[in-house]
């Protein structure tokens, strides 16, 4: 079956720009995660979610950082008025959640920000 | 608090074996994994071990667990470029959602 797909692959952005970035899942997987990958900074947790609960926020850096899963499903990541900061690759994976002792991720292939 | 710790560069020759280590702070982590990243690409687990486990073996690689120092190794025998890529190292506890990584160690492999 297909795996998890994002996109965009690449966006370049102005600074102030709002940008929204898209996560398709493995179907059937309850659990949806995004992260942050910075040059030299390793994964950074950005928020995820759990079938119907409340999602983990706690990696958000800042309000400018919203994400919605929709229908259990899709997930979207904005960010609002842009900064070079927010400059990286953005990575989302799915697992099975509850469906699985061992919290196995499977990883799209990111989607590269480029604040001007 | 939550950390998982490894060093950001390795380098070794074709053939010989490379090991990379992880240090993590979470005592109560159950498991413990190893993801591989290639270039342009999103992370692909490699291995995992359960922590009442000491050691895992998976063809060339061999995963090694220390639970009292916290300390998490994986060695690739007869390194391959191929296997070139960042390694990351995570934990995560039973039933648990949130997985802890590394930031990753970059693995060079000279011809």
């Known amino acids: 079956g297909a795996g998890v797909s994002q996109s965009p692959s690449n966006k370049v952005t102005e600074k102030g720009k709002d940008v929204e970035l898209r996560c398709d899942p493995i179907s059937g997987h309850t659990a949806l995660y995004w992260y942050r990958q910075s040059l030299g900074q390793g994964l950074e947790f950005l928020i995820y979610f759990q079938g119907n609960s409340a999602p983990d926020k706690s990696g958000l850096p800042s309000d400018r950082f919203s994400a919605e899963r929709t229908g259990g499903s899709v997930s979207t990541l904005t960010i609002q008025r842009t900064q070079q900061e927010d400059s990286a690759v953005y990575l989302c994976?799915?697992?099975?959640?509850?469906?699985?002792?061992?919290?196995?991720?499977?990883f799209g292939p990111g989607t590269r920000l480029t604040v001007l | 608090g939550e950390d998982v710790e490894q060093s950001l560069f390795l380098s070794v020759r074709e053939g010989d074996s490379s090991v990379i280590n992880c240090t993590y702070t979470d005592s109560s982590s159950t498991y413990l994994y190893w993801y591989k990243q290639e270039p342009g690409a999103g992370l692909q687990l490699l291995t995992y071990i359960f922590s009442n486990m000491d050691m895992k073996q998976d063809q060339r690689l061999t995963v090694l667990l220390n639970k009292k120092d916290k300390h998490l190794s994986l060695r690739i025998a007869d390194t391959q470029t191929g296997d070139s890529a960042i390694y990351f190292c995570?934990?995560?506890?039973?039933?648990?959602?949130?997985?802890?990584f590394g930031a990753g160690t970059r693995l060079f492999v000279k011809a």
């Open positions: 995570a934990e995560s506890k039973s039933g648990g959602f949130k997985t802890i």
């Open positions: 994976a799915s697992s099975l959640g509850a469906a699985s002792l061992y919290n196995e991720q499977f």
